[in-house]
T-cell receptor
Framework: DAGITQSPRYKITETGRQVTLMCHQT?????MFWYRQDLGHGLRLIYY???????DKGEVPDGYVVSRSKTENFPLTLESATRSQTSVYFC??????????FGPGTRLLVL | AQTVTQSQPEMSVQEAETVTLSCTYD???????LFWYKQPPSRQMILVIR??????QNATENRFSVNFQKAAKSFSLKISDSQLGDAAMYFCAYRSALASYYGGSQGNLIFGKGTKLSVKP
């Protein structure tokens, strides 16, 4: 019973490179979310998905792309990484009106 | 738009004593959910407690309880018999109950900026 997992857990990359963060959940939850956590800002929503093939922007979507071809996966891609995207990224999932459960997070450093 | 405010950036409590963390929120909706999440140094976000707005009874989970005042839009967390393992960041969060299956932002969590709790031995 893995729940929700994220990979990689740690990533160092360089400015301008494309990076993909993976998120996988085993509960068949319909909703999935990507947040970033920065000091002084708490958690901010990047993108979310209400179901497979349905995604929408959150509070801070610029520079990110998501897809959801399968219910259980929700990858987040930084098309051309910038230093301002250095952060801790959390994936979460929930049923329609239920509690969101979070993955362990990915620490991303953009040099 | 809904907002969540945690007015205490840091709090401290002596081991075995009780501490209360404050949270207020702003919404025009009548049906919603409120949550407290704990984030220890490992950075894992852990659900502590959840409250449905339509329930008048305050939620409790072992040593954790809330004081939910709907009219005042207040949702404080009380930790009794504090333990060293309670030291963490605590986030208050709001979620609308109007989540739409075909998109819409109502299903998203809106977080406060957190309260850092220290527990002194």
């Amino acid at each position: 019973d893995a729940g929700i997992t994220q990979s990689p857990r740690y990533k160092i990359t360089e400015t301008g490179r494309q990076v993909t963060l993976m998120c996988h959940q085993t509960w068949s939850h319909s909703y999935m979310f990507w947040y970033r956590q920065d000091l002084g800002h708490g958690l901010r929503l990047i993108y979310y998905s209400a179901a497979a093939d349905i995604t929408d922007k959150g509070e801070v979507p610029d520079g990110y792309v998501v897809s959801r071809s399968k219910t259980e996966n929700f990858p987040l891609t930084l098309e051309s990484a910038t230093r301002s995207q250095t952060s801790v990224y959390f994936c979460a999932s929930s049923g329609r009106l239920e509690t969101q459960y979070f993955g362990p997070g990915t620490r991303l450093l953009v040099l | 738009a809904q907002t969540v405010t945690q007015s205490q950036p840091e709090m401290s409590v002596q081991e075995a004593e009780t501490v209360t963390l404050s949270c207020t929120y702003d919404t025009s909706e009548s049906d919603y959910y409120l949550f407290w999440y704990k984030q220890p140094p490992s950075r894992q976000m852990i659900l502590v407690i959840r409250q449905e707005a339509y329930k008048q009874q305050n939620a409790t989970e072992n040593r954790f309880s809330v004081n939910f005042q709907k009219a005042a839009k207040s949702f404080s967390l009380k930790i009794s018999d504090s333990q060293l393992g309670d030291a963490a960041m605590y986030f208050c969060a709001y979620r609308s109950a109007l989540a739409s299956y075909y998109g819409g932002s109502q299903g998203n969590l809106i977080f406060g900026k957190g309260t850092k709790l220290s527990v002194k031995p």
